[in-house]
């Protein structure tokens, strides 16, 4: 049984404002006073030390959460490129609650998130399915490297979801908020099979 155990980054300045993040590595993006204090508190309450390995998104914002993550265990660390959250394309940067007033058909009211057609306006912008495919392959990978690997992967707020909704298919995507800073989310693969042990965990 290979386990993933997916933590969201800390709260950045760019999370406070309500922006789109997306694929954005700037100055806004990084970890805000609050974002670190959630990473050192996710470090003091959760042992690492079982896993074989961290691996985390490319991105500022998770690697300062995974260096906080891992000051203690010191696990080996990789960078992965599918652990990247979706672009949104052109709305990368822009609020949410802006894009809302503007785009309201392609909005969840609820969530008040994007739903999958929100591409009808962010012609660029990457599809849900497109980020579940990449994640699907993201675990596929990992557990044909060890069938009991135990891995820390640390990672953004729709990428989080995208794994579980690879592990669920559910007929709509918008049944699942994304998970919350510094939440844990484990997810196994067992010959092939998914499974959702805990979802947006906060420790």
Known sequence: MTEFYFIRHGQTEANALGLKQGTINSQITLLNDKGKKQARHLHDVFDIGFADQLIASPLHRTQETAAILNATAK??????????????GQWDGLKNQALQAQ?????????RDVLPSY???????????????RITDFMTAYANRSADGKYIVVTHGFT???????????????TLPEPDNTSVTKISLIDGHCYVWFYNRLL
């Open 119 to 133: 591409t009808e306006y962010a012609t660029d912008g990457e599809t849900f399915d497109h980020v579940i495919a």
């Open 75 to 88: 696990l080996p660390t990789e960078t992965d490129e599918r652990l990247l959250e979706i672009s949104y």
């Open 103 to 111: 785009y309201p058909a392609v909005f969840d009211p609820v969530l």
């Open 160 to 174: 989080v979801k995208a794994a579980v909704l690879a592990a669920l298919q559910p007929r709509d995507a918008m």
